[in-house]
C-alpha cells in the first residue's frame, strides 16, 4: 500500500501550489527567500517529500500570493471524487 502522501488529494496539492509558482514566474529559491527558508523545503512539497501542515500552508500561500480562501476553492473545484481514498471525506 502506498504510503498516504503520495495519494491522490497531496499530489494534486502539490501539482497546484508549483503551478501556482510558476504563474508567477518565481522560481523556487524565490518561494524558499519569501519563506526564510532552503530552497529543498519548496523542492521537498512540490516533490511530494514532504507534508505542509496547515500553517506552514497558510505561509506558502501568502508567499504565493494567494488566499486561503481562494486556494481552497480552486482545490475542492479540481479533486476528483472518483480518485479520493474511502477515508477521504467532504
Request: negative net charge.
Amino acid at each position: 500500500m502506498a504510503h498516504p502522501i503520495h495519494s491522490y488529494p497531496y499530489n494534486l496539492l502539490a501539482e497546484l501550489l508549483t503551478a501556482r509558482r510558476k504563474e508567477l514566474g518565481l522560481l523556487q529559491i524565490d518561494v524558499a527567500e519569501r519563506l526564510n527558508k532552503p530552497q529543498s523545503f519548496v523542492s521537498k512539497y512540490e516533490n511530494i517529500g514532504r507534508r505542509l501542515d496547515v500553517i506552514e500552508l497558510i505561509a506558502v500561500l501568502n508567499a504565493l500570493e494567494m488566499s486561503p480562501y481562494d486556494f481552497f476553492d480552486l482545490f475542492l473545484s479540481k479533486l476528483d471524487k472518483n480518485k479520493l481514498p474511502s477515508d477521504f471525506l467532504i
